[in-house]
């Protein structure tokens, strides 16, 4: 088996996260934003969410590596992850990517903590009114940023399409906005485009590639073709890949051609990368 040697930007690989990131070329893409699978039951179509927990870490830190070698020097992953709280337990898991980054070479840039704003949606119970084993039930969400190398990533002062007040914004450690619904969605744990808005406009330039290799319902590919970026979207499951491809083409102002022209965006199978 060897790697893809075309770029397949503005594509939606249908096929295995670990798999498809080991057949892409490496140092091509300039930043990925991701929320992986948190480990919590959640009904994807085609993963099992609830996996034994060093074995999810032990993946988790595969991709990792993985995205280190697609990334170009000083290019950036950003990974959207909660506090993973099964009734009273909870599992660190931001701290243990963070710790596994680490360990596989990347810089640690920091870390956002997302105000999902829901707090009247839920109660907080344990031993309700009392000190025996009150919970706490987590109303935010954790965003943590590398680098590759280098903290600098070249661009030209053109193509970035920060304004100050948005830079602002963006340097605070707090980042405040809501949720995205699940029905409307039709994903079962979909993000709000606000939060790749975000990073893609403060982590990289216009005309850059920016991967999610779990990509869901496309929410990064939306906004990416929406503020002149190509992209690479990776999930295993067809039917959320058709979603995705359904998003760009109809939120992304008919999103037909990337920033270059002339290459439509569309669904590949992993086996079209090998040659």
Not at 95 to 105: W, Y
Not at 188 to 214: C, H, T, W
Request: charged share 25%; aromatic share 10%; glycine share 6%.
């Amino acid at each position: 088996m060897t790697r893809a040697r075309v770029i397949p930007t503005d594509r939606i690989i249908c096929g295995d996260a670990l798999e498809t990131l080991r057949l892409l070329e490496p140092e091509t893409v300039h930043l990925a934003i991701t929320s992986p699978p948190y480990n919590l039951s959640k009904p994807y179509a085609e993963h099992h969410d609830e996996m034994n927990y060093s074995e999810y870490l032990d993946w988790m830190a595969s991709v990792w590596a993985e995205v280190k070698r697609v990334l170009v020097p000083g290019g950036r992953l950003c990974i959207n992850i909660g506090e993973n709280k099964r009734r009273n337990i909870t599992y660190p898991t931001f701290s243990a990517f963070i710790q596994q980054c680490i360990d596989a070479g990347y810089l640690y840039r920091g870390t956002v903590i997302w105000n999902k704003n829901s707090a009247a949606k839920h109660c907080a119970w344990g031993s309700w009114n009392s000190a025996t084993n009150p919970h706490i039930v987590p109303r935010h969400e954790y965003i943590i940023a590398f680098s590759k190398d280098d903290f600098r990533l070249d661009g030209k002062k053109e193509d970035c399409d920060l304004d100050k007040d948005l830079f602002m914004t963006c340097t605070r450690s707090v980042w405040l906005f809501g949720t995205e619904s699940k029905t409307r969605i039709g994903h079962p744990a979909p993000f709000p485009r606000e939060l790749p808005n975000r990073l893609i406009q403060f982590y990289s330039f216009k005309g850059n590639v920016v991967l999610d290799m779990f990509a869901g319902s496309g929410t990064v590919g939306v906004v990416a073709r929406l503020l002149g970026r190509k992209f690479i979207l990776i999930d295993n499951s067809r039917e959320y890949c058709k979603l995705a491809l359904s998003r760009i083409q109809s939120e992304a102002g008919r999103g037909l051609f990337d920033v270059d022209g002339g290459v439509k965006a569309e669904i590949m199978d992993i086996d079209d990368l090998i040659q």
